[in-house]
C-alpha cells in the first residue's frame, strides 16, 4: 500500500498510541476533581500544555486544546466577532480558506457582519499589499491559512503580520493545520494573535488539536459550561487525547528536522515525473509552496476516476480538502488561480508524510502512466 493522501489524516505514531492507552488507564480523572486522582490527570495535563508551547515557542497559558482544527478557526473568528462587535463588524479573509473558516464567515455575515474575500493569484498566493488595502476602521479579524491544503501554497503570513501591527483593532488568525510540522512558523515574530493546529495531521489522533491565543486577547467563549481552559472551551478535558497531542507535536517536530529535506527530494521527483507525463498539468507552484503538498490535473479526465483507478493499484491520493471530496465540486482554489474549469474539475493531490519514501513515489508515476495510457486508448 501506497498512502499519499496525509492531508486528509496521518497514520498515528505507536508512542502516540501507546501514550494515549497509558494516560486513560492509569490518569484517568477529571482534572478538575478535587481529589489526588483529579490532581494527577491535571499535572499530566499540564505537563502536555507546557512541553506544546516549549516546542512552539509561546507562552504555557497561551495554548488551548480543542477538538482540532475546525474547532479551533470557529472559536478563533466567531469568539473574535462575538467579543469585538461594538468595535466593528468587518473580517477579511482570502478566498482559498478551509471550508471551516468560509463557513464560519458565512454564518456571521448571515448575522450582519461584513465580509471581505481576497482573491489568490496564479500562485495560489494572496498579495500582502491587498490584504492591507482591505482593511478598514470597523475591520476587526483578519484570518489567512499558512499553507493552502489543496496546493500547497504558502501564504506570506510574516509580510502580513508585520503590516497588522500598524491595525491594533484588528486581530490576525492562521489557520496553521496544513503548515505545522512541515513549515516553520514563528507566531511571535509575525504578529499572529490567533492560530490553529489539528493533531492528526501530524500523525495525533482525530478529535485533538490546539488553539494558539495571544496573551491578553479575551475571546467570547463558544461554550457555555464551567471553566475549563480558562473558559474559552468548557468540558471535561480529554487529558489522554493532550498528551498523545503533546507527544504526536514533538516526534513530528523531530522528523521534521530531520527528513525535511528527504520529504522535498520526494516532492521533486514527483512533479518531475508529472510535468514528463502527457497531459498532465501541475498546480502547485514551483516555488513558496509547502514540502509535502503537490497537486495536478488531467484535463478530460474526472478527478474521482484517477483516485479510484489508483486505488486500484493500491495507492490513495485525494481529490479536493478531505472535508469537501465527496461533494463532487471543481476545486474553487484551482478555479481562482487559473480559471480554468477543466483543471479545477480534474485536480489530484498527492500529499506525503515523513514516512514515504523514493520508492513509492517511482510506483506511483509509473502507474499513472499506466492508467493514463490505458484512459487515453478508451477515449480514443
Known sequence: MIYFDNSATTL?????????????????????????????????????????ASILKVEEQEIYFTSGGTEGNNISIKGTALAFKQRGKHIVISGVEHASVKEACKQLRD???ELTIIPVGPEGRVSAED???ALRDDTILVSIMHVNNEVGSIQPIEEIGTELKRFPKALFHVDNVQGITKVPLDFKKAGIDLCSMSGHKFHGLKGTGILYIREGIALSPLFSGGSQERRVRSGTENVAGAV??????????????SDLAKMSQIQQYLREGLNRLEGVVVNTPAHLAAPHILNFSVPGVKSEVLVHAL???????????ACSSKKKAVSDTILMMTGDEALAASSIRVSLSYDNTIQQAETFIRSLKDILEKLQEVMR
Open 111 to 113: 448575522e450582519g457582519f
Open 12 to 52: 498515528p505514531y505507536k508512542e502516540v498510541i501507546d501514550s494515549f492507552t497509558q494516560s486513560s488507564t492509569k490518569f484517568f480523572g477529571n482534572p478538575s476533581s478535587l481529589h489526588g486522582i483529579g490532581a494527577s490527570a491535571e499535572k499530566l495535563m499540564s505537563m502536555a500544555r507546557k512541553q506544546i
Open 244 to 257: 498523545s497531542l503533546a507527544k504526536a507535536l514533538r516526534l513530528s517536530t523531530e522528523r521534521m528536522a
Open 131 to 133: 490584504v492591507v488595502g
Open 311 to 321: 486505488e486500484e493499484k493500491e495507492i490513495y491520493v485525494s481529490t479536493t480538502s
